[in-house]
Each structure stands twice: as structure tokens, then as C-alpha cells.
């Protein structure tokens, strides 16, 4: 009950976070016509040329379609990239903000969570509105859509864990963004985002299949693509690991914090 309590936001703080995820968004998107579309519309290009690319060796895996192939990686690259983005985005978030920190007291957390909050109101906006209807297409089922919320709520759980940890790494170690460039490339590679899981050799499998997006880009495909459910203890694990890394990173973070002003 007391790690909950001390993990629990108050008033202040999301009143501090919305201001910071506006002038976020403002900062990214200012001069830009379409705004937050550009979350939908990168990856939906970057799916285009990935079928292009390997679209006749891997459509065999989506019935033959390139459209289904195509939509396969788009789910990739919009789950794996809100990881990836967001938590490197937030890794350098606190040290940019020192100057605002001499002048203001603001809580530390706020300018990593505003950070991924960012990327998560870009996602709603952009990309996900288009998964629903993609999924609702094939599927004619809501409840498929009720079921999506569980990876997506793995996936923001693990993203705020991540970046709060390396946010809160890279004030102690200016090394962290080096090392976690060769992180994030190392989970790029051994999650399904342009390829279909059933490629990989069982052996191999055994091990990536420990990086949490693989459960996630999976078990969301699974519900966009196919009249199926994902394993409801694949989707268990996957909330439960990534609720153990949300609780272990704001943990983390809370002890480090006590020294960022010394070291900022």
C-alpha cells in the first residue's frame, strides 16, 4: 500500500504534465499543416515501401494479400515506434529541462510522462483510429477492439517504466543515450514489426521472445488481422511483466532523483 501510495500523481502534478505535454506538442507540430496526421501518415508511407520491398516474400504469411501485409507492418511500426520514439524522446527530457528546474520547482517526473503522454495523444489521434477501423473491418467485433486495449495498456505501462528509468540514468551517465541507441536497435530487429514471427527459427524464438514488444506487436496483430484471440496467458504475462517494469522504473527514478540537482 505504500509504494502504491507514493506511486499515485496528484493534482498538481497532472495539471503540470498537461501544460508540458501542450507546449510538447506545440513545439513539435508548430508550422505544420497536418499536425498529428503526420503519426498516422509516417508509418502508413514507411508500410508502403516495406511492402514493396518484401511484400511477395512475406504476404504468404497474411494469405497471399499485400494489403494484409501492409497493415501487419503498419501495426509494427506504430506500437514499436511509440516505444522506441517516446522513450528516447523522455531519455534526455530531464537534462534539457535544467535550466527550468534552477528557476521553478517542478516535479522531475513530469517532463518524461509529458513526453510519452505526447506520444500516446499522437497515437490516439493519428495512428490507432485506423487500426480500429481496420480491425472492425475484418472482424465486425467490438469486442476485438475491447481485447486490443490490453497490449496497448502493456505497452504504455512499459514505455513509462523504460522512460523513467533511462530518463533518470542519463543525469548520473551521459553515456545512457550511446547505450541505448544500441538498445533500442537490438529491439527493433527482434520484434516482428516487418516480418511475420512464424519466420524465425524456434531457437532463436525462444530468446527474443523475451523482448517484451514481441508479445505485444503480436497479440495486437492477432486481434486487428484475424478472427482470433491471443492466448490469454501470453496476454498475462505480457501485463504483468510490463506492470513489474512500470513499478521497478518509478521506483528506480525516485531513489535517483534525490541527487539530480547536484548533477544537473
Not at 505535454?21 to 498529428?36: E, F, I, M
Not at 497490449?151 to 551521459?174: E, H, I, N, T
Amino acid at each position: 500500500m505504500a509504494v502504491a501510495s507514493r506511486l499515485v500523481p496528484d493534482r498538481h502534478f497532472i495539471d503540470v504534465v498537461n501544460v508540458l505535454v501542450g507546449r510538447a506538442l506545440k513545439t513539435r507540430y508548430r508550422g505544420s499543416v497536418l499536425g498529428v496526421l503526420w503519426s498516422a501518415l509516417q508509418p502508413l508511407g514507411m508500410s508502403v515501401v516495406y511492402a514493396a520491398v518484401f511484400g511477395h516474400t512475406f504476404a504468404p504469411y497474411y494469405g497471399g494479400s499485400l494489403v494484409t501485409y501492409c497493415v501487419a507492418v503498419y501495426i509494427g511500426l506504430t506500437l514499436a515506434g511509440f516505444f522506441i520514439g517516446g522513450t528516447t524522446q523522455a531519455l534526455p527530457s530531464i537534462i534539457v529541462n535544467a535550466g527550468l528546474l534552477n528557476k521553478i520547482k517542478i516535479p522531475f517526473e513530469a517532463f518524461p510522462l509529458s513526453i510519452l503522454t505526447a506520444y500516446g495523444f499522437q497515437q490516439v489521434v493519428g495512428s490507432l483510429p485506423l487500426i480500429a477501423i481496420v480491425s472492425l473491418a475484418i472482424n465486425h467485433s467490438l469486442l476485438h477492439l475491447v481485447v486490443l486495449l490490453v497490449p496497448l495498456l502493456s505497452l504504455a505501462m512499459l514505455s513509462v517504466g523504460v522512460g523513467l528509468f533511462v530518463s533518470a540514468s542519463c543525469v548520473y551517465f551521459r553515456d545512457v543515450p550511446y547505450l541505448y541507441e544500441l538498445a533500442t536497435f537490438f529491439l527493433w530487429v527482434t520484434s516482428p514489426v516487418f516480418y511475420p514471427a512464424e519466420i524465425v527459427p524456434q531457437t532463436i524464438l525462444r530468446i527474443i521472445a523475451w523482448n517484451p514488444l514481441f508479445a505485444i506487436i503480436t497479440s495486437a496483430r492477432t486481434l486487428v488481422l484475424t478472427p482470433s484471440y491471443p492466448l490469454a496467458a501470453s496476454l498475462g504475462v505480457s501485463v504483468a511483466s510490463s506492470l513489474l517494469i512500470l513499478i521497478a522504473g518509478a521506483l528506480a527514478f525516485r531513489a535517483m532523483r534525490r541527487q539530480f540537482m547536484d548533477l544537473l
